[in-house]
């Protein structure tokens, strides 16, 4: 049974904006740290940014830093990947990972 859930992939022009949200079991956001991956074609599954539970602490990967921001929403249930500033490097397959759980990704295309 898949736990996680993530949705927003979608066709996207080089420098705009792409909001990524992972459903998650709203316990788990007090138990786990909530991980983003992804993967781009000819490449293997890269960690793109981390949540951590209890102090909201933030890390990125720097091929993103300074673009994405990883945020969640305890009431909604809800880990979110702002992206910004896309290239067309960023296209791939964005995964949610919790513990030992993934999602079933959902695609980005950076394309003009």
């Known amino acids: 049974q898949v736990q996680l859930v993530e949705s927003g992939g979608d066709l996207v022009q080089p420098g705009g904006s792409l909001r990524l949200s992972c459903s998650v079991p709203?316990?788990?956001?007090?138990?786990?740290?909530i991980r983003w991956y992804r993967r781009t074609p000819g490449k293997e599954r890269e960690w793109v940014a981390t949540?951590?539970?209890?102090?909201?602490?933030?890390a990125y990967a720097d091929s993103v830093k300074g673009r994405f921001i990883i945020s969640r929403d305890i009431g909604k249930s809800t880990v979110y990947l702002q992206m910004n500033k896309v290239t067309p490097d960023d296209t791939g397959v964005y995964y949610c990972?919790?513990?030992?759980?993934w999602g079933q990704g959902t695609q980005v295309t950076v394309s003009a």
């Open positions: 949540v951590r539970i209890g102090s909201d602490a933030t």
């Open positions: 990972n919790a513990f030992a759980d």
């Open positions: 709203r316990f788990w956001l007090e138990m786990y740290d």
